[in-house]
């Protein structure tokens, strides 16, 4: 093999290396720019899960005090009827 055909191959090689560079560059691109997507997607569906989680948190404390005066108004209710039973005990027993 002659210098000149040796220096073609190189060169061959180098241009077939230099290709397959860029085509890994350009792949790593694409995949680079969907996995951005894909993470700007996941921030935006993980900040929607947060607003869900803090709107139940607040309908989970109103729906507490909302028991708790419930629960507060049953146990009036109740001291007046126990009341009014006491007096009927009273008259029935007058």
């Given at each position: 093999m002659?210098?000149v055909?040796?220096?073609?191959?190189?060169?061959?090689s180098?241009?077939?290396?230099?290709?397959?560079?860029?085509?890994?560059?350009?792949a790593?691109?694409?995949?680079?720019?969907?996995?951005s997507?894909?993470l700007?997607?996941a921030?935006a569906?993980?900040?929607?899960?947060?607003?869900?989680?803090?709107?139940?948190?607040d309908?989970?404390?109103?729906?507490?005090?909302?028991?708790?005066?419930l629960?507060?108004?049953?146990k009036?209710?109740?001291?007046?009827?126990?009341?009014?039973?006491?007096q009927?005990?009273?008259?029935?027993?007058?």
């Amino acid at each position: 093999m002659t210098q000149v055909q040796e220096d073609v191959n190189v060169l061959e090689s180098l241009e077939h290396r230099i290709r397959k560079a860029v085509e890994l560059v350009t792949a790593l691109r694409k995949e680079n720019e969907a996995l951005s997507t894909k993470l700007s997607q996941a921030v935006a569906d993980r900040e929607a899960a947060e607003e869900l989680v803090s709107k139940a948190n607040d309908d989970s404390i109103g729906l507490r005090k909302e028991l708790e005066g419930l629960q507060a108004e049953r146990k009036q209710v109740r001291s007046r009827i126990e009341k009014l039973l006491g007096q009927m005990d009273l008259f029935g027993a007058g």
